[in-house]
Structures are given as structure tokens and as C-alpha cells.
């Protein structure tokens, strides 16, 4: 069957209501789960809604033990509005080898006041196990912040150091720049590394912060994410798959092996267990884009294995940034950047094929990681010339305009190309921070001393962009402005 043809969708098993009083507890930042009512406690997705359309929401998801049990939703879209009860929440099955199997719930929470805040409240067996706020989506004509990071849960205290400052920074919705969780994209590394950390029930800089509950995240893939395909060897990885609920509208794919989806390995029955696990996300969720405020963001896989240089995949890019027409700002997030002074993945600039494309799309800031440390380029364009080489280095010219400072000239002539890859893992080139001659002709800024997260402010017009040591020291500003 091909890849066009599997349409695996969210589905509800026969279950059975069963009446268990199942006490919650509280801490001081509120409401925590019932006792051993959750294998993964809630948390809120974009779900497969690209734009902010009358009505709409976002997903509220969670994974619990596979018994018969009677699971509902019931939300207050707004403040001062009436609960009302969510439609029966989705499941289906994860049987993956590598984990014990559970069940991953859904629930779609509709009409939410734009921009507001929200509660929640999860029932088993009609007993209240979970509760919350959480804050929808803002629409166009409202300011908004939000947070970005990659190469980050790698269980490393810096890890949580992080997370902790981005609970303080109050983002309206974090994007993870790829390598999400180390170092093979299983979903046991994600039960160990990824959820105590950003969905703890205390925010604290040794534990992490209760973000995902509440703050929306969203994610690019990166090599540590979806890479290694081998489900032999690993028949828990690519989680990415079936623990993320993002759009479906990036290029058509109908066939593993080419331009875009390299093949899957391992025993037929590992392969189907994980063909299940991530229905209709597989492949497609790679490769996607949304709205969110007055901004287009436009989310790509950058792993080696995708050859930008392929017409349609191109063309899909072009069409989705044309289209975004009407957006104040557009912005692009994946892992591999096409711009980097560091001498660890220096080689690896195949993302620098879709500059033109970027270019003429009119992007603003392009967010990546992969390189474990914080950089800024001047704003510049570049023309690629001829094919890449053996190791993955696009040779080129570029252009900088030297002229922007992000203070007095908040106006930039070209693309600002950020690494923001300081989200936890060991951080790349320290002996580089203190030596610019190390660095490239584009790099004006460059930090690989401390980890760091990217918090950015969007008020109409107006973007101003901070780099955020974990122990809250600013470390990089720069404004910018759109005639």
C-alpha cells in the first residue's frame, strides 16, 4: 500500500465506564495529575489546523495504560465563560516494541477565545485526575512572544536550567529547533528526558518547568529526531511521529526512498507497529507550516538525506511562503543551518540550496540549531554556485549589509540567520567565543559559552529579538522594523 494510500486515523476503542475516585493533588504552580492516572500527563498541540480559523483551537493529547476506562474533557473556552464538554476524546494503540503499550488520547478544544486563557480539567471515570490553564492561539492584531530552542533534552541540568527560564520569559508558544530529545528519537528517551522536564509539576531550574500543559509547543525535526531509521535496532524511534500532533500540509509524498523519505529498516512487524503508532503523521509532518499571530512560519527537514534541489520539493516552499502574502512577518525554522562559523558542522550547509527561495519568499529570520551554541549573521543574501561537494559544503557569493545594528538601523537588507542550538546538550566550540578571526565573514554574533534560549516579541511591526543566557542574562538584542 502506498504511503498516499495509509490513512491510519485517530480511533476509539470500546471502553468501559468505570467509576474510580482518583484524588489530585496541588502544588504551588497549581493543580498535578492524580497518582498513576497518566503514563504521559497532558499537554497541548497545534493538531492539523495550519491557520487560526473561526472557532478554532488546539489539541489537548495525553497517554495513559491501555485499560477500559471512561476518559472525557470538559474546558472554559475563556475567562468568565461556561465549561462545556469536549467531544469523547480519540485514541489509539501505540504497540511499538521498546516500550510497554498505552494508549494516546486526543481531545480537540474548540472555540477558544483568541489570545486568551483557557482551563481545563481531564476526567477518568467521571473523577477529575488533571487540570490546568493554557493559552490559545493569538489572531493578527495581537502582540505575542514566543521562545525558541533546539538540541535540548538531553537530561543534562542545563536542560532543565532552560526550561526553567523559558517558564519565567511566559512565551505564548515555544519552537524547538530539532534534536528534541537525544540521542535517537526514542519514545523511552522521551519518557525519561523530554516530559519530566517540560511538563514537571513544579517549575524549578533543577526540575524543569510545567510548560507543555499549558504553553503550546511546536516542533522542526532534526537528525536526533528522525535520522536513524533502523527499527531493528531501535523499534521505539521516530516517536516524533506519534507523540507530536502538527499539520499534514506540507509536499505530497507517495513512496519511501526518494528525494524526501529515506527507506525504513528492521523486522516487517516493527515497521507495522510503527506504521500504526504514526498514521497519517508519517510522512508527511516533516515538512509543514502555520500561522500564528500577524507571522508565517514555514517548518522544514533539513536532514542530509533531502535533496532541496529536487523541482517539486522547492516548489512547495516557494508556494507556501507566496501564499503567506498577507502575513506581517515570515519566518522559517529547521535543524541543519546553511550559515555557521562553528568548526563542528561547519561542512553541513546543503539548507544554503534554499536561499533564493527564501529570498524571494521575503523570510525575515530563519531559526536552527544543530550547533550547539547561539549565532547571529549579518543580514544577507547569497546565490549558490554549482552542486554541493562530497562533505555537504555549498560554495557561493553572499551579500551583508553591515549597515544594520538591530538598534539605530532596525531595517535589514537580507535574512537574518540564527543558530539557536544552546537548549541543553554540551555546547560546541567554546574555544571559538573569544576568537572572531575563527569566525565566518557572515557571523556578527557569536556565543558558546553559556546555554541560551531565543525569546522574540512580535508588536505589529515591530520584532525584537533577545538571546537569554538559562540564568536570565542577556547575552544578544536586536530590533526589527518593517517600513
Known amino acids: 500500500m502506498s504511503l498516499a494510500a495509509r490513512r491510519i486515523a485517530w480511533f476509539s476503542p470500546m471502553m468501559l465506564a468505570v467509576a474510580v ?40 493529547l495525553w497517554q495513559a495504560e491501555p485499560v477500559a476506562t471512561d476518559w472525557g474533557v470538559e ?52 473523577e477529575v485526575v488533571f487540570e490546568a490553564e493554557g493559552k490559545a492561539r493569538k489572531g493578527p492584531d495581537q502582540p505575542y512572544r514566543f521562545v525558541a530552542f533546539g538540541d535540548c533534552a538531553a537530561g ?94 506540507g509536499p505530497a509524498v507517495d513512496a519511501e526512498g526518494g528525494p524526501l523519505v529515506p527507506m525504513l529498516y528492521g523486522p516487517v512487524a516493527n515497521k507495522a507497529a510503527f506504521l500504526a503508532a504514526a498514521g497519517r503523521s508519517y510522512p508527511r509532518m516533516v515538512n509543514f507550516s502555520f500561522d500564528y499571530g500577524n507571522a508565517h512560519w ?6 542530509p538525506y533531502v535533496d532541496w ?47 533564493e527561495v527564501f529570498e524571494a519568499g521575503k523570510v525575515d529570520v530563519a531559526f536552527c540549531g544543530h550547533v550547539h551554541n547561539y549565532q547571529r549573521t549579518f543580514p544577507l543574501t547569497f546565490i549558490p554556485q554549482g552542486e554541493p561537494d562530497d562533505r555537504g559544503r555549498v560554495a557561493g557569493r553572499w551579500t551583508l549589509d553591515r549597515s544594520f545594528d538591530g538598534k ?14 544552546a537548549g541543553g546538550q554540551h555546547l560546541y566550540n567554546p574555544e571559538q567565543h573569544d576568537d572572531p578571526k575563527s569566525w565566518q565573514e557572515f557571523t556578527y554574533k557569536f556565543n558558546s559559552k553559556v546555554h541560551s534560549l531565543t525569546v522574540a516579541d512580535v508588536v505589529g511591526k515591530t520584532l525584537t529579538v533577545r538571546q537569554v543566557a538559562a540564568d536570565g542574562k542577556e547575552i544578544d538584542r536586536f530590533v526589527v522594523t518593517k517600513p
Open 408 to 421: 539605530a538601523n532596525t531595517r535589514p537588507n537580507g535574512i537574518l540567520y540564527l543558530v539557536t542550538g
Open 75 to 126: 474546558y472554559r473556552p475563556g475567562p468568565g465563560a461556561a465549561w462545556r464538554k469536549a467531544e469523547t476524546p480519540a485514541s489509539r494503540r501505540i504497540a511499538v516494541a521498546g516500550v510497554a503499550p498505552y494508549l494516546a488520547f486526543r481531545a480537540e478544544l474548540k472555540g477558544l477565545a483568541r489570545g486568551g486563557t483557557f482551563a481545563y480539567r481531564v476526567r477518568r471515570g467521571g
Open 156 to 249: 543534562t541540568p542545563e536542560q532543565r536550567q532552560v526550561a526553567y527560564r523559558t517558564f519565567l520569559e511566559k512565551p505564548d508558544f515555544v519552537m524547538i529547533t530539532g534534536d528534541i530529545v537525544y540521542s535517537r528519537g526514542q519514545a523511552s528517551e522521551y519518557r525519561k528526558m523530554f516530559w519530566p522536564v517540560y511538563n514537571a509539576d513544579e517549575a524549578r531550574p533543577d526540575l524543569g518547568a510545567p510548560l507543555l500543559r499549558s504553553t503550546l509547543f511546536v516542533a522542526a525535526p532534526g537528525n536526533h529526531d528522525v535520522a536513524t531509521r533502523d527499527l531493528g535496532k531501535y523499534p521505539d524511534g521516530l516517536a516524533y511521529f506519534y507523540n507530536w500532533d502538527q499539520p499534514t500540509n
Open 309 to 355: 534541489r529536487h523541482g517539486g520539493l522547492r516548489d512547495w516552499v516557494a508556494r507556501d511562503l507566496a501564499a503567506a502574502k498577507d502575513a506581517t512577518w515570515r519566518f522559517v525554522a529547521f535543524h541543519h543551518p546553511g550559515f555557521n562559523s562553528s568548526k563542528t558542522h561547519f561542512e553541513q550547509q546543503k539548507m544554503r540550496l534554499l536561499a
Open 21 to 60: 475516585a482518583i484524588p489530585t493533588t496541588t502544588t504551588a504552580d497549581g493543580p498535578k495529575a492524580a497518582e498513576g492516572a497518566f503514563v504521559v500527563e497532558p499537554y497541548l498541540q497545534l493538531g492539523d489546523a495550519p491557520t487560526l480559523r473561526p472557532g478554532g483551537g488546539l489539541d489537548l
Open 298 to 303: 514555514t517548518v522544514l527537514d533539513a536532514n
